[in-house]
Structure formats: structure tokens, C-alpha cells
């Protein structure tokens, strides 16, 4: 049932923007609440895990307050990573990669890159290394976004910094949850 679930609140409508634009499909409050609380409820998940597994789900559905207040005392390198997601969406890219700072070497990271890779390799002309050692390297994520926000070739780039986005809100569901 978990792995529905994360499938449901993440691959359903369009994908999250890089940035803090709000998308119409968003799921609300309520409802995101009430997703993450069935997925925490199917796997087991309460305490720091579950707020931090919430704020994801807020997070990927664009309500980045709400998501901030959850994460911004709570303490570990699962709050640390869902905190510099938010960064970066906000876009605070600097205080996104103080975050990742804290994050340290997360076990996501690595089903993550292992996730990304062939999206990375259809788009080989991209000019970003955000796997090294086999390791997703979200210091690299950070300055990928960066930079394609603030160029010409938005378009070009971004919806596969989207997907890559998805796959990582995705892989740290699966973390939270236990799965």
C-alpha cells in the first residue's frame, strides 16, 4: 500500500516547479495532510520520520511555509534534506546548500542516483555532473537549478530538472516511509 500511495501524492498532476510558483493541482492542505497521514498509517511511520515525511508531501505540493515550520527545528539529516529542498525552491540557494551541509551522506542518495541515471543519460547534453561516485550530489542539484533558472534555455532544461526533482521527493519518500 506504500508505495501506491507515494506514487499517488507524487507522480499524479504536473510536476513541482523549481521555484515557489504555485501549480493548480496542487493538492490542499487538508489533502495533503490527509495523504501523508494514510502513507504514515501504511508504513509505520510517526515522530520526526512522519513530520518530516509530511513536510515533503507540503513541500512537493507547494505549500512551502507550512513545510518550513515543520522542518525548521527539527533536527537530523532526514529534516536537513527536506529543509534544503525548500531552499531551494524558495530560491535561497545559499541557505539550500548550508542544509545539504547538514544533510551529510544520506542513504537516499544513492537509490536516488541509481533513479536518475537514465533520466540523465537521455539527456546527455546537459551540462551538469549531479552523480558522482554513485552518489546523487545535491550540491550539484542546487547549482543545476541555479543556473537554469536564471538562464535563456529555461525551457530546455527544466522539465528535466522537474523530473529529476520528482525522482528525489520520490526516493526520500520511500526513505522516510521505510520502504
Given at each position: 500500500?506504500?508505495?501506491?500511495?507515494?506514487?499517488?501524492?507524487?507522480?499524479?498532476?504536473?510536476?513541482?516547479?523549481?521555484?515557489?510558483r504555485v501549480r493548480g493541482d496542487r493538492l490542499t492542505l487538508e489533502q495533503a495532510a490527509d495523504h501523508t497521514a494514510a502513507l504514515a498509517r501504511a508504513c509505520g511511520v510517526a515522530g520526526r520520520q512522519g513530520e518530516c515525511l509530511k513536510a515533503?508531501?507540503?513541500?512537493?505540493?507547494?505549500?512551502?511555509?507550512?513545510?518550513?515550520?515543520?522542518?525548521?527545528?527539527?533536527?537530523?539529516?532526514?529534516?536537513?534534506f527536506v529543509h534544503g529542498i525548500m531552499h531551494r525552491r524558495e530560491p535561497d540557494y545559499s541557505n539550500a546548500r548550508y542544509w545539504f551541509g547538514r544533510v551529510g551522506d544520506h542513504p537516499a542518495f544513492?537509490?536516488?542516483?541509481d533513479a536518475a541515471a537514465p533520466v540523465l543519460a537521455?539527456?546527455?547534453?546537459?551540462?551538469?555532473?549531479?552523480?558522482?561516485?554513485?552518489?546523487?550530489?545535491?550540491?550539484?542539484?542546487?547549482?543545476?537549478?541555479?543556473?537554469?533558472?536564471?538562464?535563456?534555455?529555461?525551457?530546455?532544461?527544466?522539465?528535466?530538472?522537474?523530473?529529476?526533482?520528482?525522482?528525489?521527493?520520490?526516493t526520500l519518500a520511500r526513505h522516510l516511509a521505510g520502504l
Open positions: 500500500m506504500g508505495p501506491e500511495l507515494i506514487h499517488a501524492i507524487f507522480q499524479g498532476g504536473s510536476a513541482a516547479d523549481l521555484g515557489p515533503l508531501v507540503l513541500l512537493w505540493n507547494d505549500h512551502l511555509d507550512e513545510a518550513h515550520a515543520l522542518v525548521q527545528d527539527l533536527p537530523g539529516p532526514d529534516a536537513a544513492e537509490p536516488l542516483a537521455a539527456h546527455a547534453s546537459l551540462p551538469f555532473r549531479l552523480i558522482r561516485d554513485g552518489c546523487w550530489d545535491g550540491f550539484a542539484f542546487i547549482d543545476a537549478v541555479s543556473a537554469a533558472c536564471r538562464s535563456a534555455d529555461l525551457p530546455v532544461v527544466a522539465d528535466v530538472l522537474r523530473e529529476l526533482q520528482r525522482l528525489e521527493a520520490v
